[in-house]
């Protein structure tokens, strides 16, 4: 650990890079891991009211997905855990959160396990298993929601006047706060990041898992479609808050055109992920398009930093 402060002390670019990379890749995958289980489930459900096999497939190649997600974030959580000073402080309220966040992601790792270890075992039995995946991916959003809420608690306690500036704070009156640009993003992220991941998933298994042409040329779709629809309400949330905020600006110090401009390329960069989904949605050779996929998943996941600043910052 001194070896890599050392290294990263050496350069501000490496070191600007790491601590985004901390951020974007962990927060990413907590979200790809508690909506893959409604994404998954919705599939098994279709599988068995229309009937096509190829919802049953997609839908086990999902929970798969999520539930090796989970356990790479279980483990990585744990030894995470182990180096960080603040989880061995004995009755301090920041271990309790820690610990209790750590202990919701494990019951949502085995719940997700349990879903994919009895599919066989429940085959005739689609409804509930799909109600068990439900019930696996319910527990999985919880924990993640409680790992956010510890990451909104860290943050005010690490405030110089924890009492006045960070506690009092928590949930604040104003909603021009960033905190409820982040909390209305927060619903919309957990079906997105999933999806996405999902739909660059599955043409990554083909060498595994050949379905055939057509079940990857209409699975892929239907995931990116998952996508498309939550970023698109993503967005229209990220353009309302956006506007409440720049209109509270307005009102007591005008705004000028740079700060205009800004604001609105911002909101353009983040509405390219569904038009790169759109693409793939209408396209009926969507195997052809796993750049396509890698490069709106990335977007996408590159959207969790300025996530958590607005989710933690004060």
């Known amino acids: 650990m001194n070896a890599l402060e050392q290294i990263l002390s050496a350069s501000p670019w490496l070191r600007t890079a790491f601590d985004a990379l901390s951020v974007i890749v962990p927060l990413s995958m907590l979200f790809i891991f508690a909506g893959m289980g409604f994404i998954s489930a919705t599939a098994r459900i279709l599988a068995d009211v229309k009937g096509r096999s190829a919802f049953e497939k997609c839908a086990r ?45 494990s019951l949502g790792v085995m719940l997700s396990s349990v879903y994919y270890t009895l599919w066989r075992i429940l085959k005739n039995l689609p409804i509930l298993h799909a109600t068990i995946g439900m019930i696996s991916a319910a527990q999985s959003s919880f924990a993640a929601v409680a790992v956010l809420g510890t990451a909104r608690l860290l943050a005010a306690l690490a405030q110089p006047d924890a009492a006045g500036a960070g506690l009092q704070n928590l949930l604040p009156a104003d909603w021009a706060s960033p905190l409820w640009t982040a909390a209305a993003c927060t619903l919309p992220l957990l079906i997105a990041l999933p999806a996405a991941a999902g739909a660059l998933w599955l043409p990554m298994r083909r060498h595994k898992d050949d379905f055939g042409r057509d079940y990857y040329n209409a699975m892929i779709p239907w995931c990116a479609a998952w996508a498309r629809n939550a970023w698109a309400l993503l967005w229209l949330a990220l353009l309302a808050f956006t506007a409440i905020r720049m209109s509270e600006t307005w009102g007591v110090a005008g705004i000028t055109s740079q700060e205009a401009i ?46 958590y600043l607005e989710l933690t910052g004060f």
């Not at 182990?82 to 959160?97: D, I, K, L």
């Open 262 to 307: 800004l604001e609105s390329t911002r909101l353009l960069l983040w509405l390219i992920p569904v038009l790169l989904w759109t693409l793939v949605r209408k396209s009926a050779v969507a195997l052809r398009h796993r750049v396509t996929l890698a490069t709106a998943l990335l977007l996408a996941m590159a959207f969790t930093l300025p996530y």
């Open 61 to 105: 190649q999902l929970a798969f997905f999520g539930m090796m997600v989970g356990w790479i974030l279980l483990v990585g959580g744990r030894v995470w855990l182990h180096f960080t000073r603040e989880a061995h402080v004995p009755g301090s309220v920041t271990a309790y959160f820690l610990e209790m966040s750590w202990l919701l992601l």
